[in-house]
């Protein structure tokens, strides 16, 4: 017997709605709504359009002008026009506001660290939550161009070996991989691609360029809790796009028979299998793909 699936999810809400204090006037006491709370935060954390912060919060128009009415009332936030289109607004914090705002995050960071502490296996929750995280918020993960040497990519890369090892019947050791160079997958000879979840990183992938017509795919990489939505094959599109950018005609890629998945992806996205063009030792299919 299992129990009803809708009936579980609804549990889900009210357990979340009640432990993120969604009902209470006065959020992490400090006098205003969740709503009004979450505004601040978002201001905070460096969002200024306006009607950016009101789509990636989800409000509609009115409350969101309520919601800043309140704010601007209480001195936290100023509202302006935007420089660069006398259409939009921006909003940013005053100096009450920015001192609000580090109160609440450290009363929130607080509450998380009680949360987890309370419960005996937190990495199990923290999966748990992460997989929920991404699937409600699979509509606004964004595609971001970095360094390959930046913190979240070198955080995407460390997942991704880690996986291989776990994955490969010999382990992965990366220094015996034809591991690309940092300026290999930095314009104008490549690019380096981290999908980013509500300021989490849990995807990329590389474009490792030579200056010439041909290029590789290399590294790409969901996290776990990410997987299933889409963002593999976004991920590739997007790597795609920066190649015709970069006037590279020919994609190449390699892969292992112990990542089905990958190659699933590729064959159902144009790639064709070639002979081996490398002396990679952990590779052992090969593909390519003309612009």
Known sequence: MTYDPVLRVRRFNRAVTSEVGALDISFLGRGRPLGAARVLNSIGQGQSDVAAIRDYLGLDSGLMSRLLRSLEEEGLIETVPNPRDARRRIARLTETGRSEFHAYETLSNARAKTFLAQHPQPEELLRAMDIIASSLGRDHVVLEEKDPRHEDAKYCLSEYYAELARRFEKGFDVSLS??????????????????????????????????????????????????????????????????????????????????????????????????????????????????
């Open 178 to 291: 034809r591991d690309p160079g940092a300026r290999d997958m930095i314009r104008p000879r490549g690019a380096f691609l981290v999908a980013i979840s509500d300021g989490l990183p849990i995807g990329c992938v590389g474009l490792k360029g030579s200056g010439g017509e041909v290029a590789e795919i290399k590294r790409l990489w969901v996290a776990p809790s990410a997987r299933g939505l889409g963002l593999a094959k976004r991920l590739m599109l997007a790597a795609e796009t920066a190649a015709r950018e970069l006037c590279i005609k020919v994609l190449r890629l390699d892969t292992n028979s112990a990542l089905p998945e990958a190659q699933q992806l590729y064959r159902r996205t144009g790639w064709k299998e070639i002979d081996r063009f490398n002396d990679d030792p952990y590779p052992d299919t090969f593909f390519e793909k003309r612009l």
